[in-house]
């Protein structure tokens, strides 16, 4: 079956603009979650989504922020970018429970 | 949340074992070990997961210690495309749903 899809792969910005990451998961997948990988900080949880709720949050500001459709696709936006946006970010979706997760390959954004 | 420490570096030859050791002392009761690896330009990908007892699969096998503040992934045999960073992870239960907390990751590399 098809793996977790992320698009763009790649997105340059400028600061201050704002971006929209999309992640389509396994068929059949309800859970959600995003991860922000940098060299600094490595990878950092950012929130959860299932069911079209958000069940868990990380520790990022307001800028950052998701949600998740009814088929279970979701969306990551971050408004007002600065410099230390620029990361890796990844999009990993499971049926559900304490299992595996899987990966995207990750959205790869570049802010100047 | 608690942490993992891992060794930032190892090295191994191929066709022998690896053994990849993490600690994770704040470990929670509810809190399950995960370990994942990650390629250059690529998604993590699980490898492993268990609880308290040891686990084996297709890929590797995971020893917990008893008191569940360490954990051991061990490959059998190392072969030059297991060479990547391996991310030993507690996935901790919040809200019915759950968040990978990564530490800083092993890089292993694979001599012929």
């Known amino acids: 079956k098809a793996g977790v899809t992320q698009t763009p792969r790649y997105l340059i910005k400028t600061r201050g603009q704002q971006v929209t990451l999309s992640c389509s998961p396994i068929?059949?997948?309800?859970?959600v979650s995003w991860y922000q990988q940098t060299p600094g900080q490595g990878l950092q949880f950012l929130f959860e989504?299932?069911?079209?709720?958000?069940?868990n949050k990380g520790n990022f500001p307001g800028r950052f922020s998701g949600r998740q459709f009814s088929n279970s696709r979701s969306e990551m936006n971050v408004s007002t970018l600065e410099l230390g946006d620029s990361a890796l970010y990844l999009c990993?979706?499971?049926?559900?429970?304490?299992?595996?997760?899987?990966f995207g390959e990750g959205s790869r954004l570049t802010v100047l | 949340d608690a942490k993992t420490t891992q060794p930032n570096s190892m090295e191994s030859n191929e066709e022998e074992p690896v053994h990849l050791p993490c600690n994770h002392s704040?470990?929670?009761?509810?809190?399950?070990i995960h370990w994942y690896r990650q390629l250059p330009s690529q998604g993590p990908e699980y490898v492993i997961h268990?609880?308290?007892s040891n686990v084996n699969n297709r890929m590797a096998s995971l020893a917990i210690a008893e008191d569940r503040k360490s954990s051991t992934l061990i490959l059998h045999r190392a072969t030059l495309r297991d060479a990547a960073v391996y991310y030993c992870?507690?996935?901790?239960?919040?809200?019915?749903?759950?968040?990978?907390?990564f530490g800083q990751g092993t890089e292993l590399s694979v001599k012929p």
């Open positions: 704040t470990i929670s009761g509810t809190d399950y």
């Open positions: 989504y299932f069911s079209e709720t958000q069940r």
């Open positions: 990993a979706s499971t049926s559900g429970g304490t299992g595996e997760l899987f």
């Open positions: 068929s059949g997948h309800r859970s």
């Open positions: 992870i507690l996935f901790m239960i919040y809200n019915q749903g759950g968040k990978l907390i």
């Open positions: 268990g609880l308290t």
